[in-house]
């Protein structure tokens, strides 16, 4: 993909956090590790990234010969999410999540500390919902966890 990654989350079944949560978790980890990272002849520039997050079925396919096999996944939600991270530009943000992974989260504020939008998105009919994080948000993400109610049953 260039210079760009996919993690595919939820292959497996769930269990623990819902798969949402996890994503959004290891999106933020990504970042926040990225950012601190620094370049011996930037000091003072911290590295930088854009994620895009979608929900949905995808084609799973295995690609090679018996020795040497890799997967990977295609369709429209592996292309959605790839949207996103432009829209993520667009918008001046870090993080970009459709409405529909925003709908597995459960870390309430996980969608608090987003900001909200309607987007269009490159080759797609009608606009789609967003939560987009930024930042200043990412950076503080593990204090606005903490500060975070703990309701247990």
Not at 35 to 44: G, K
Not at 106 to 119: E, I
Request: charged share 20%; aromatic share 6%; with cysteine.
């Amino acid at each position: 993909m260039g210079d760009g990654a996919m993690a595919v989350f939820g292959l497996d079944p769930p269990r623990g956090p819902s798969v949402a949560d996890r994503a959004l978790a290891a999106a933020f980890a990504l970042a926040q590790r990225l950012f601190a990272q620094r370049l011996l002849m930037f000091p003072d520039a911290g590295l930088r990234c854009r994620i895009g997050l979608h929900v949905g079925p995808v084609t799973l396919s295995r690609m090679g010969a018996d020795s040497h096999v890799q997967l990977t996944i295609t369709g429209d939600n592996v292309n959605l999410a790839s949207r996103l991270v432009e829209v993520a530009k667009a918008e001046q943000a870090v993080i970009v999540a459709s409405e529909g992974f925003a709908d597995g989260l459960t870390q309430v504020v996980a969608k608090q500390s987003a900001r909200t939008a309607t987007v269009e998105i490159r080759g797609r009919a009608g606009a789609v919902g967003v939560l987009a994080w930024d930042l200043d948000v990412i950076a503080d993400y593990d204090r606005l966890l903490a500060e975070q109610p703990s309701y247990q049953d």
